[in-house]
Nanobody, 118 residues
Framework: QVQLVESGGGSVQPGGSLRLSCVASGSIISPNVLGWYRQAPGKERELVAVISRGGLTNYADSVKGRFTISRDNAKNTVYLQMNSLKPEDTAVYYC????????????WGQGTQVTVSS
């Protein structure tokens, strides 16, 4: 079973940047798809970005052009570079591992808080 551990959350002013990292362990090979989802208070969890082992990506429309997902298969690590952050990006960000870019997998990290506020 894959275990996921996120890091890199925090508080930042609007327009600022943060980089999230997630390390996957417990799997012999790097998971097929790694990604980031987020959940804001009172809202459902939503896709932010996912990336396949081969580098194919999906992004939510709300983050296109501002966020970049990448991964290092040798390190079983996925990153989310978040630029031009907005208050509406405030949420708990969860790392996810699965088989498809079009549906969340069963493995989730514990979540890391991102707060964008002046």
């Amino acid at each position: 079973q894959v275990q996921l551990v996120e890091s890199g959350g925090g508080s930042v002013q609007p327009g600022g940047s943060l980089r999230l990292s997630c390390v996957a362990s417990g799997s012999i090979i790097s998971p097929n798809v790694l990604g980031w989802y987020r959940q804001a208070p009172g809202k459902e969890r939503e896709l932010v970005a996912v990336i396949s082992r081969g580098g194919l990506t999906n992004y939510a429309d709300s983050v296109k052009g501002r966020f970049t997902i990448s991964r290092d298969n040798a390190k079983n690590t996925v990153y989310l570079q978040m630029n031009s952050l907005k208050p509406e990006d405030t949420a708990v960000y969860y790392c996810n591992a699965g088989l498809s870019r079009f549906a969340a997998g069963d493995a989730w990290g514990q979540g890391t808080q991102v707060t964008v506020s002046s």
